[in-house]
Every structure is written in C-alpha cells, then in structure tokens.
C-alpha cells in the first residue's frame, strides 16, 4: 500500500475511534478510607503500579502485544507540571492474557502523601491474527489517567493501584491485507489497603481477578454497561436503540453493520467482546454529538475535499475533537435512526459500493468507550 493510501487510512479511523480518547481518564470520586496526607514528611511509603485490560477485538485476533515506557505517578499537592516521580518501567505485556488477571508493571518508593495521577507511554502494539504478527497503529502514545478517589502512601503500609485499560483492535484493512489499529482508554483505581501484598511489589506478578469482591465493586460502581434494545435494517433506512445501564457515561461513537458471516471463527473465548473482522465490507456510521448518524464514507470525502488528501487526518483529528461522540449517560437511553441508501462498500478504498441484501442476516454493533453492545437482525 502506497505511503499515501495509508496516511488516508490511519487518518480516517482515528477519526472514529479517538471519540473515546475525549473521556478518557478524567474521572472524580471518592473512595471510602482514602484521606489526604501532608507531603511535607520525611517518610517514604511504597507505590505499586498495576494493570488489567479487558479488550474488544476482531474475530481471528488471538493476540494483543503493547509495549509501554516512562511511567510516573504524580502527587496531588503539586502542580501538573511537578509533582512527578518515575517508576523506571518499561515491558511488554499481551493484553488478551490479561482478561480478569492484573499484572505489576512496577514499583516505586514515593515521599508520603496523596497521589492522584498515573502518566505512561504506549510505544508500540503487535496483533496477531490468523497466526502472523502485524504492527498496530496507537493513535495516543502518552496517557495520563486520574486515580478514582487517590491512594494513600506512608511508611506504614504497602500501597497499590490498578490501571484499567481497556482497549479496543479494529481491522481497518482486509482478511487478507489488514491494518490494525489500537484505541486506549484508560480508568485507574486504588487497590484497597487490606488487599495489598507484598507479592504485589513485585514486577510481573500476576493476580486473578475473579471471585475479589474489592474489583467487582470497583467495576460496578465506575464502568458504563451498554445494551442494544431494539433495532431494525433495510437498504434504505437503520434504527437502533441503546441502554446504558451501568454506573458511568459512555461516549458513542461508532456504528458498525457487517454481515454475521464476519464474526464467524471468534477469538477462542479470549476476550469479553468482538468486533467484525474488517471494517471493509462493512457500512460504518459515525454517531454525532446530537445523535445525527453520518456515513463514515461522506465524513472521509469531506475531509479530502476540505484539506486536498494530503491534509486529511489533520482534517479528521479536529473533526472528532470538535463534534463527535454521544454522550449516553447512566441510566439512560436513546434512539439512532438514518434514511438513505445504506452502503456497505469499503470506507478507505475505491470500490464499487455494495448494498443491505433483504433477507440476509447482519450484526449492528455500537461502540462506546469502554463499552459496547450488539444485535442480530435480518434485514427487511
């Protein structure tokens, strides 16, 4: 593929999958047992880092590789341009492996007081699918995350904080020539006092998450959780109705129709959602701030046509950080409609479109940060 075609391509999905960089890692709250201490004291306490990533990926993903750098961890007294201690990590750490199981990336002897940011670099990320290897695309590689409520660090406790990143792979190439792309979004929380081990301390340690009491209340009471209602296809028309019956928002992003045929093979039960197997041959809608659902395809016309190609994923980035992505908040619910032929054509590639088949089976899958539902219908 020319250095062109892939500057197009990489310009255009970051469009629709940074909606959930605008959400990311800027929550507030407060956690039982969590008061401020005074950073002047001379004691240390020690820090632990920790991670967890319950990903979305696309059918015949087996694997998630990121490689991540300069962790720091920041004290609350100080300003955002101070305050930082390194942790002196770095690694490599499989995602998909990492599905109910946290893993230490580092540990770190801090002065006591409150610390309530977490910053790290994601260098790089492999996929991969159908058995070869294949370099991802991560539209952020800095990511500065809030740690919900703080942790506590003094001399007379183990201290430890768990980072949630939940990423999402989307193949924006074919089966057979794909182009993967990684959306981070990123959650931070700190591991309960009593729940705290030296084992913990340890780097590349690693803990089972299921059955901890402390984490499923963490997660229930701080992730969205998004349900398909309702929704119906035609050639000429799509309506979809979405749920929010979690705990948090959840920033809508992206709508996707594929054939059901494209979520055949799964990913051998390694991850808790999935994706079609390639936006090609898909029809893609991108969900506005007002709940307008625009064809991806005319989004990526119009960014060529306002920049001249060259300038279209600078075109693209600016775009979603002005105007795209629904906000569903807790509790809620709504209701998406488009009239208009429905084109299920590649987004990125000249092709003759293809049309909705009456008859035929599709998945309709709605994106959101860090959370994602699905429905099957046939097509009328």
């Not at 007081?113 to 991969?128: D, E, H, M």
């Not at 929380?189 to 089972?208: E, I, L, N």
């Not at 893609?284 to 300038?311: C, E, M, Q, T, Y």
């Amino acid at each position: 593929m020319s250095t062109s075609k892939r500057a197009t391509l990489v310009g255009a999905i970051a469009f629709v999958l940074a909606v959930s960089l605008i959400a990311t890692a800027v929550l507030t709250g407060t956690l039982p047992g969590v008061q401020k201490v005074n950073t002047s004291q001379s004691s240390q306490g020690t820090l632990s880092i920790m991670l967890t990533d319950p990903p979305v990926t696309p059918a015949g993903v087996t694997d998630v590789y990121v490689s991540y750098s300069d962790i720091m961890v920041h004290v609350s007294d100080a300003g955002n341009q101070s305050g930082w201690y390194p942790v002196n990590s770095q690694g490599t750490i499989e995602l998909l492996g990492s599905v109910n199981v946290s893993q230490t990336l580092g540990t770190v002897s801090v002065a006591s007081g409150y610390y309530n940011l977490i910053r790290f670099n994601l260098t790089s990320a492999k996929v991969t699918y159908d058995g070869a290897n294949y370099t991802a695309f991560v539209p952020s590689a800095e990511l500065t995350v809030r740690i919900v409520g703080g942790v506590e660090v003094n001399s007379s406790k183990l201290s430890a904080a768990i980072i949630d990143l939940q990423t999402t792979v989307v193949n924006i190439g074919s089966h057979t020539d794909p182009e993967f792309m990684i959306r981070p979004v990123v959650r931070a929380y700190p591991v309960p006092a009593g729940q705290v081990t030296t084992s913990m301390g340890h780097q590349g340690f690693r803990q089972g998450l299921n059955g901890l009491t402390w984490w499923k209340v963490l997660r229930e009471r701080y992730t969205a959780n998004l349900q398909m209602t309702a929704a119906s296809l035609s050639a000429g028309s799509l309506s979809l109705t979405v749920e929010n019956t979690g705990n948090q928002s959840t920033v809508l992003g992206l709508v996707i129709i594929s054939p059901l045929s494209f979520y055949l093979g799964g990913n051998n039960g390694r991850h808790g959602g999935h994706l079609p197997d390639s936006l090609l041959g898909a029809a893609n809608f991108v969900i506005l701030g007002n709940g307008s659902l625009v064809p991806l395809r005319d989004i990526v016309s119009l960014g060529a046509s306002a920049r001249g190609g060259g300038g279209q994923a600078t075109f693209v980035y600016e775009s979603i950080l002005g105007v795209a992505g629904y906000n569903l908040t807790k509790g809620s619910s709504a209701t998406f409609a488009y009239t208009g032929q429905i084109f299920t054509a590649p987004v990125f590639k000249a092709s003759t479109p293809g049309s909705i088949v009456s008859g035929q089976q599709y998945e309709i899958t709605v994106l959101g940060t860090q959370a994602v539902a699905s429905m099957v219908v046939t097509a009328g």
